[in-house]
Nanobody, 129 residues
Framework: QVQLVESGGGLVQPGGSLRLSCTAS????????IGWFRQAPGKEREGVSC????????EFAESVKGRFTISGDNNKNTVYLQINSLKPEDTAVYYC??????????????????????WGQGTQVTVSS
């Protein structure tokens, strides 16, 4: 079963930055939408960003716009989530997954609303002074 692998999390002070990585060994990430999600203790999982590199499509949740960027490196088969100006409320486990457009979709749909699978184990981001 395909599984993506996240890395790059850690403990950072408010205002700091981290770059999270998402990679896979047996699928080409560019073939899919790749989404980043996060889940804080006691909260539902939230989609924060997604990318469809071949379509030049990037999406961000309102809560992270202007602070998070997403990019991909085809040579390394890796998608990065750069998270800047970190706030304590960004503390969560961050996951990546590969996604596809739900069957029967008519018209445009944000890749944040795609159907996702092959979830990684997650990487913990803790923002604290």
């Amino acid at each position: 079963q395909v599984q993506l692998v996240e890395s790059g999390g850690g403990l950072v002070q408010p205002g700091g930055s981290l770059r999270l990585s998402c990679t896979a060994s047996d699928v080409t990430l560019d073939d899919y939408a790749i989404g980043w999600f996060r889940q804080a203790p006691g909260k539902e999982r939230e989609g924060v960003s997604c990318i469809r590199r071949r379509h030049g499509n990037l999406e961000f949740a309102e809560s992270v716009k202007g602070r998070f960027t997403i990019s991909g490196d085809n040579n390394k088969n890796t998608v990065y989530l750069q998270i800047n100006s970190l706030k304590p409320e960004d503390t969560a486990v961050y996951y990546c997954a590969k996604g596809r457009l739900p069957r029967g979709t008519i018209g445009l749909l944000s890749c944040l609303r795609y159907e996702y699978d092959s979830w990684g184990q997650g990487t913990q981001v803790t923002v604290s002074s």
